[in-house]
């Protein structure tokens, strides 16, 4: 008996020995992207996509732990939510509400047109829904942490979080590039520069990387209307909340009609609107929430991290191909349509 229960104290040990190792991992290899990021090339791809990419790389390099598992799962599911939740206080409102009409209807626009354009073609090219819906919202919304966000409503799998995670990112460092070069023969002026930049790119590093060209005053409008784009996972996220709530009660054969008390509600999701809300009031001093959004970065770059330890590069060339054709293709059309309603909405 006695000795039944040592082994079991021992196993419990390895357990949280393995747990806090896995934490550490992640951890260690979000600092590590952060600091990559700072660095003149890759400041484009930005701390998030470098996380994924250098777990991946790992463990394609080096391997992983068995007994990192828990913690490593823990970064990419738990914390994940919390940096979700955090990063609600880069949201201002009233910038957003200030930013006009106009800005909100392109934002606005975009977005329903990439959905169901990126959505379509993933669906043409035979892709898996769930990792066709997720590559759709990464590419239409803010980039991997639409991807993220969305993730538990539809119940992906590590492996198509990461993988249209990391395509999405990709994509978004390759329209960077792209625009920072085509800047001089757009001829927009910095305002209608900045509002294409925040219209149609993917995460808010590649916004601020490609807006540049135009100097601060397109920097400054690019953010505001990328958050405007950020501001609609909320309504994005209910609404498949409720599309797969709908889905799930067909294939179960259960009653029409929507039962609230029983749909997957994305809390984390109220989380971010709520310090959005706290954000818009000033009740934090700036500092303050800028600490906060240096955490919220860090621990979503441990669940980016996370999931690129659970992906080896076979999965990542089978599932990978059709998402990144479908994305490319959305871009591309994603541009042309911004650039067209800049000039429609006179604010080119």
Not at 49 to 56: D, N
Not at 59 to 64: E, F, H, L, M
Not at 122 to 151: M, N
Request: glycine share 10%; net charge positive; charged share 15%.
């Amino acid at each position: 008996m006695e000795h039944t229960l040592m082994a079991k104290t021992k196993a419990h040990q390895r357990i949280n020995v393995g747990f806090i190792q896995g934490l550490i991992l992640t951890f260690v290899l979000s600092v590590t992207a952060k600091g990559l990021a700072a660095l003149p090339f890759l400041s484009i791809m930005g701390q998030l996509m470098l996380a994924i990419l250098l777990g991946i790389l790992l463990r394609a390099i080096v391997g992983v732990p068995h007994q990192a598992v828990s913690g490593i799962t823990f970064s990419s599911k738990r914390l994940l939510r919390v940096g979700i939740i955090l990063l609600g206080m880069k949201l201002n409102l009233g910038d957003i509400l200030h930013a006009g009409p106009k800005v909100g209807a392109i934002a606005v626009i975009n977005i329903v047109f990439t959905l169901f354009t990126v959505y379509g073609l993933t669906r043409w090219l035979k892709v898996d829904r769930k990792l066709g819906l997720l590559t759709a919202c990464g590419t239409a919304i803010c980039g991997a942490a639409a991807v993220v966000a969305i993730s538990p409503q539809i119940k992906a799998s590590d492996n198509e979080i990461a993988v249209s995670a990391a395509t999405v990112a990709i994509l978004g460092t390759i329209f960077t590039l792209l625009y920072t070069i085509l800047y001089s023969i757009l001829g927009l002026s910095p305002t209608g520069y900045g509002i294409l930049s925040g219209a149609t790119l993917h995460e808010v590093a590649h916004v601020i990387a490609a807006a540049a060209p135009g100097g601060q005053e397109a920097v400054d409008i690019a953010v505001i209307v990328k958050l405007t784009r950020v501001a609609m996972l909320v309504p994005v996220a209910m609404i498949i909340a409720v599309w797969e709530g709908r889905k799930e009660r067909k294939i179960e054969d259960k009653p029409k009609g929507i039962q609230w008390r029983k749909l997957p509600v994305p809390w984390f999701i109220l989380g971010f609107l709520m310090m959005s809300g706290f954000n818009t009031l000033g009740i934090l001093p700036g500092k303050i929430t800028e600490v906060i959004l240096v955490v919220a970065y860090l621990l979503i770059a441990m669940a980016m991290a996370g999931l690129g330890l659970g992906v080896d590069i076979a999965t990542f060339r089978r599932l990978g191909k059709k998402p990144f054709l479908a994305g490319l293709i959305g871009s591309v059309l994603l541009s042309a349509l911004g650039f067209l309603l800049v000039h429609a909405f006179g604010l080119a």
